[in-house]
């Protein structure tokens, strides 16, 4: 189904794509129910036939919202302000935020900064009589501060209850400053899952930011990313390509330029789908729809994609049988040192596809996996981009994966149900809990540390690493109690009760 850009709404993912935050199952049944042609579940409950039944929970013990997400999207473009239309709350998670942006300008090579953000700082009186005066009034100061090139605008759960006008501040700012003043809708309460605040902030610069007649530049790519490490411009210069990374960390100019790349790519379908899908859609920029970049077969079919629609096939064969050469050796060796090994991916949706992947590259087992959401189909619609089925088909089944948006609660149940020697986890808020059950985990703070060839050695690496620390988890494990009764452990984690 077309985007549509003509609104400044973006519609959530529970709506246009049947995302669900809780399910427990195997992955080939999750991926059977969410076959891209959505056959019935056969279930009795009378809901749409097309809609992935979703798993309920007594309670949320803890998560994370949109808006959130657009902190980590458009509060991180170089040359632009992000103003938080909110209570100063909602705003907590900016300190955590400006660490890994200053980190992220370092690992870059770029001057290292604070980020640059405001929030309106609604009080109760707000809440009764508006707040457009104060956004209009913190529009005006970061101009007067930073003379950015863009001002973002993220609304918040209470501007959305009280209604306050933000497109028309924002087109009202606009025209007073001459820079876009873009509003990003992103409201914690209206969408479940958190990811829909990616798709907010993407909406909006490919609405505003995006340059709207292009001047085509045939060898430069989008990649669309978080904080990670550059693996992609010495892997495109294999491919005489030049990469245009985006959002995190960009520039507005880099943000303007992707309308004129040959094509997108992403290393998370799940950050990647909305932005690559709308360039492709409004621009023509084709989004590469094959299997992400992760393993073997996934690394040398995402590429030969990649170099199908940029006309460098020669290059990327010549690329891809080098690659092969250089790696297998040593993954012979890690396949031995890890024999016998079981691990346990605890992450984003289509990133723990990808890793998985690549544990079952490195010959690991891997009984179980959560995932913090579930999309049962990307944005594109094309079967190419089905990395779950990729999973499925190419490495065999898990049988216990399961879906849950962070809950600390079920995780424990979960890591009983297969008892593994490490975990990989990208959100470390997890990694304490699996500590405390002696199981070490190693936080993927640079999420491309998996990616293409080089990942697959690079994460055998990394477990042996944290395998040599298993004894001190051990010993921890040894030493702490559970906050939890014995009787609520004994529970399965998705029939919870008391
Ligand atoms: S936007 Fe809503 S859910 Fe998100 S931090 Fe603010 S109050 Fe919480």
């Not at 870059?108 to 009034?137: A, Y």
């Not at 579930?374 to 089944?397: E, I």
């Not at 059950?437 to 060839?453: M, Q, T």
């Amino acid at each position: 189904m077309a985007i549509n850009f003509d609104t400044p709404v973006v519609v959530n993912r529970e709506q246009r794509l049947g995302t669900i935050i809780a399910w427990d199952g195997s992955a080939s049944e999750l991926s059977d129910l969410s076959e891209y042609s959505r056959k019935s579940c056969g279930g009795s409950c009378g809901e749409n036939k097309r809609k992935l039944c979703e798993a309920t929970g007594p309670f949320t013990q803890g998560s994370c919202c949109s808006e959130q997400m657009v902190e980590c999207q458009a509060g991180q473009v170089r040359d632009a302000v992000l103003i938080q239309h909110s209570p100063i709350g909602c705003a907590a998670s900016q300190v955590g935020n400006s660490l890994i942006y200053r980190v992220g300008m370092a690992m870059t090579g770029k001057p290292v900064e604070n980020l640059r953000w405001i929030s309106t700082n609604l009080k109760e009186q707000d809440m009764v009589f508006g707040g457009v005066e104060r956004l209009e009034q913190s529009i005006r100061d970061a101009w007067e501060r930073q003379h950015p090139k863009v001002i973002f605008i993220a609304t918040s759960c209470a501007t959305g209850i009280i209604g306050d006008d933000v497109d028309g501040a924002a087109g009202k700012m606009e025209a007073e400053l001459g820079i876009p003043v873009i509003p990003l809708h992103c409201e914690g309460f209206k969408s479940k899952h958190w990811s829909t605040g990616f798709d907010a902030a993407q909406h909006g610069i490919i609405r505003q930011i995006v340059r709207k007649n292009p001047k085509k530049q045939e060898d430069l790519v989008n990649v669309i990313k978080l904080w990670g490490s550059d693996v992609f411009t010495p892997m495109f210069a294999q491919l005489d390509l030049r990469v245009n990374y985006v959002v995190d960390l960009a520039s507005v100019d880099d943000l303007a330029q992707m309308s004129e790349a040959a094509a997108t790519v992403g290393f998370c379908h799940t950050l990647s789908s909305y932005l690559a899908s709308g360039l492709e859609q409004e621009f023509g920029v084709p989004e590469i729809k094959a299997p992400q970049p992760y393993g073997f077969a996934g690394t040398d079919a995402w590429l030969r994609e990649l170099a199908r629609v940029t006309n460098r096939v020669e290059k990327a064969e010549a690329y891809i049988a080098r690659e092969h050469a250089r790696v297998k050796p040593r993954l012979a060796e890690l396949r031995k040192l890890l024999k016998g090994k079981k691990g346990y991916v605890s992450t984003g949706s289509a990133y723990a596809h990808g890793l998985i992947s690549v544990l079952k590259e490195l010959g690991v087992e891997v009984d179980g996996s959560l995932v913090f959401h579930h999309d049962p189909v990307y944005d594109s619609g094309d079967p190419r981009q089905d990395s779950l089925a990729h999973l499925v088909d190419t490495y065999g089944d898990i049988p216990s994966f399961s879906v849950s948006n962070r809950q600390q609660y079920q995780f424990y149940g979960l890591l009983q149900r297969v008892k593994p020697d490490f975990i990989l986890i990208r959100h470390p808020g997890l990694a304490p809990l699996a500590s405390r059950l002696g199981i070490p985990a190693a936080p993927l703070g640079d999420e491309h540390i998996a990616l293409g060839y080089q990942g697959i050695i690079n994460l055998g690496e990394t477990i042996l690493e944290i395998l040599s620390r298993r004894k001190f988890h051990q010993k921890l494990a040894g030493h702490v109690r559970m906050p939890y009764k014995k009787s609520w452990l004994e529970q399965d984690p998705y029939s919870l009760s008391n």
